[in-house]
């Protein structure tokens, strides 16, 4: 696997066995809804085929040991391969299976958060990966804004595009989900079952803290709409206004950006017709 960046990865040797309770595909399918987990399967058989060169199975590859030039090989091939919506649920597999390792103890934190650091749409609607440059554009729109929406917008496209959380994720946050100590969000689980920890880098972190002091904080939900004088409602943020969010904060930002025909963008709960970013 060529490097990509920094230094090269060590070699990854196929694993002949690990305890289920030490699996990181285990525990990331089993969260998932049953009708999720046959394709979410095999999406992972892929990645891991692609990335050991055929020379490891999902259960065999050592998830723990990818690195970015390894994520951000497999990204390209699929980029190659696949069409959007496709690439999207790739490496949202990919993505939570590197979470899940992090949760094990199987890698560190920087570890994690360098393999992991991929772009995502994160069901924002947008059909293709977000460039550095153009997010940066995004959140320079975002800092531009002195309304409490400035904040609160740049934390949203923080956790979708560099966390790669979906749009019900992300409207489904409670204050208390947050810990600004330890830099995690506990994410719940399809169906009800047990919240996971996903790990924030401190770009994530300082935007939510950045939010934080406006919203209203006698209300649980961690994003809230905002009122005509621009002062938080204490109300939950609808999944419909993600996409309306990044739209206008694309226009702020000059991005160029077309309307095709009205579909669901992938990880999308209902909303708008779905962005894409045209190079």
Not at 77 to 84: D, I, N
Not at 100 to 126: F, H, K, Q, V
Not at 183 to 205: E, I, K, M, Q, V
Request: aromatic share 4%.
């Amino acid at each position: 696997m060529p490097s990509h960046r920094g230094a090269v990865p060590p070699p990854l040797v196929p694993i002949r066995h690990r305890s289920p309770e030490r699996d990181p595909v285990r525990a990331y399918l089993a969260s998932l809804a049953p009708a999720s987990r046959r394709a979410q399967s095999d999406a992972l058989e892929l990645i891991a085929h692609v990335i050991s060169h055929g020379q490891c199975t999902a259960a065999t590859l050592p998830w723990e040991h990818l690195r970015c030039q390894h994520t951000t090989a497999a990204e390209a091939w699929l980029q190659r391969k696949y069409g959007p919506a496709t690439v999207e649920r790739h490496l949202g597999a990919l993505r939570s299976v590197l979470r899940e390792a992090w949760c094990l103890r199987l890698m560190s934190a920087d570890a994690y958060y360098r393999a992991a650091n991929l772009p995502t749409r994160g069901g924002t609607g947008i059909q293709r990966a977000m460039g550095q440059g153009e997010f940066r554009a995004l959140l320079s729109a975002c800092r531009a804004d002195s309304r409490a929406a400035g904040p609160r917008d740049s934390a949203i496209l923080h956790l979708a595009f560099r966390i790669g959380l979906r749009q019900s994720e992300v409207v489904g946050l409670d204050l208390a989900d947050f810990d600004p100590a330890l830099a995690t969000l506990a994410l719940r689980t399809p169906g009800g079952g047990d919240s996971r920890r996903a790990l924030l880098g401190p770009g994530p972190r300082d935007a939510l803290c950045a939010w934080l002091p406006l919203r209203r904080p006698e209300s649980s939900p961690l994003f809230q709409t905002l009122d005509p004088a621009g002062a938080a409602t204490g109300e939950r943020l609808p999944s419909r206004a993600i996409p309306d969010i990044v739209h206008r904060r694309i226009e702020e930002a000059a991005i160029h950006l077309r309307r095709p025909a009205p579909h669901r963008a992938p990880g999308t709960t209902a909303g708008p017709a779905a962005l894409e970013v045209a190079s």
